[in-house]
């Protein structure tokens, strides 16, 4: 029966190429979609690893991970220098990085901190940064771009760079009178890292000492006295620990501090609660890539219910030569399922000559590494489930076929 099943469908060959090709289109944009959201949210909780705690004045956890890691939106208030060195030099804390954001450069925020930054805080299962070019900042005026800044606007070691005052991506506040040295290219981690400039705690405070509220009251500065690069206060720190056991009790105690308000988060714990806000974004790109498989398996059913009424010619020469109706039953549900388990195969291997093709643009492009591989076990699942789904949408026609098969019998004129 299935060696007749495959010869019936040969004899369709165009009709059929098009459903298969339907089905395998519609098979790898779901997978499409899976793999992208898998790497998507592996990408996501790898933007920060290795960091126990990151503190910051008292705001939403949420918020204060987004613009302390993924450098979106502005801290309401600052911290201390004072605060942030009297927690750093805590028994239990093995290091403390400090950061200062609220400027930019050409639409990438600028983020002030020490080298030590590009030692302790890593991604991805602790790996830390790596230089593509050149070395961290050593001079007052030294800057380390991300990769896709130095990618985006064609820069590279030695290049001369403008910061400019405040986020904005259009800015005419520029500190154009203290202009940077490139010293150093990140290589990709396709994380937030990619996407920032990187400059000294003490640069910071030196492009802005001749600002007040804002404005600029001094164009041309003197020569910065040491004391004049202290920091007075910082946007947040990100803390490591010498024994992960002690998080708990130093968040609480953070939280309580009593010389100003602060809040410390877990970084894992508020990546869950932002991933559980942008978890209906995900839902939906899975329930639009389903209703396309939906339509898809429709095809399938439009495809081979359009030809029952020629194939009533063949019906009947089938029960001319002893077919019951049983058996025409299983040929068209044969069929369907020959469809749909050749669209599934046909759709994976689409997918995965895509990915050979362009997994390499992808990540350079939006850092989401998608390698070709086997299936796992929840795409074949998911495979699985499509192939049952054309077996199941294979049952309307052969139950049709089915019953014209008892009525016609031989009426049919050969």
């Known amino acids: 029966m299935s060696g007749l099943a495959l010869r019936s ?66 801290a309401t208030n600052n911290l201390d220098y004072a605060s942030f060195k009297e927690i750093a030099a805590r028994p239990d804390v093995a290091w403390a990085v400090p950061i200062s954001l609220g400027d930019s450069h050409r639409g990438f925020r600028v983020l002030g901190t020490s080298t030590d930054y590009f030692e302790h805080v890593g991604f991805s299962d602790d790996r830390r940064l790596e230089f593509q070019a050149g070395r961290p900042f050593g001079d007052l005026y030294d800057a ?27 800015s005419t506040s520029l500190h154009d009178d203290q202009p940077f040295i490139v010293s150093g290219v990140l290589a990709r981690t396709g994380t937030p890292a990619d996407q920032s400039v990187y400059v000294s705690l003490e640069a910071i405070e030196a492009i802005h000492r001749n600002w007040r509220g804002g404005t600029r009251v001094a164009r041309t500065p003197t020569a910065p006295l040491p004391a004049e690069l202290v920091p007075t206060t910082i946007t947040a720190a990100f803390i490591g620990l010498k ?20 809040t410390a988060i877990l970084p894992g714990v508020a990546l869950s609660q932002l991933w559980s806000i942008l978890g209906s974004v ?85 850092g989401l590494y998608l390698p070709g591989r ?22 309307v026609p052969a139950f049709i076929a089915y ?8 009426n049919v004129t050969l």
């Open 9 to 74: 469908l040969g004899n369709r060959r165009f009709t059929v190429l098009l459903t298969l090709l339907s089905v395998a289109l519609s098979v790898a944009l779901l997978l499409g979609v899976e793999r992208i959201r898998i790497e998507t949210r592996s990408a996501f909780v790898r933007s920060v690893a290795g960091t126990d705690l990151i503190i910051g004045a008292r705001a939403h956890p949420v918020q204060l991970l987004l613009y302390s890691v993924f450098r979106v939106g502005d």
């Open 144 to 170: 380390v771009l991300g990769a896709d800044v130095a990618r985006d606007l064609g820069y590279a070691t030695a290049s001369r760079i403008v910061l400019a005052h405040g986020t904005a991506r259009v």
């Open 243 to 262: 024994s992960r056991s002690s998080a708990f009790g130093l968040q609480r105690q953070i939280n309580e501090y009593r010389g100003e308000p602060l």
């Open 282 to 366: 995900e839902r939906a790109l899975l329930a639009t890539a389903a209703c396309v498989v939906a339509a898809a398996l429709m095809v399938l059913l439009t495809s081979v219910a359009a030809t029952l009424n020629e194939r009533r010619r063949e019906m009947a020469i089938l029960r001319a030569v002893g077919a019951a109706p049983r058996h025409i039953f299983a040929l068209l549900l044969m069929e369907a399922l020959a469809l749909s388990v050749g669209g599934v195969l046909a759709g994976y291997a689409l997918l995965e000559i895509a990915l050979g093709v362009f997994a390499p643009l992808i990540e350079s492009r939006y």
């Open 374 to 395: 086997l299936p796992t076990t929840d795409e074949v699942i998911l495979l699985a489930g499509i192939a049952a789904g054309g077996l199941m949408v294979g049952l």
């Open 403 to 410: 019953r014209r098969s008892i009525a016609d019998g031989m």
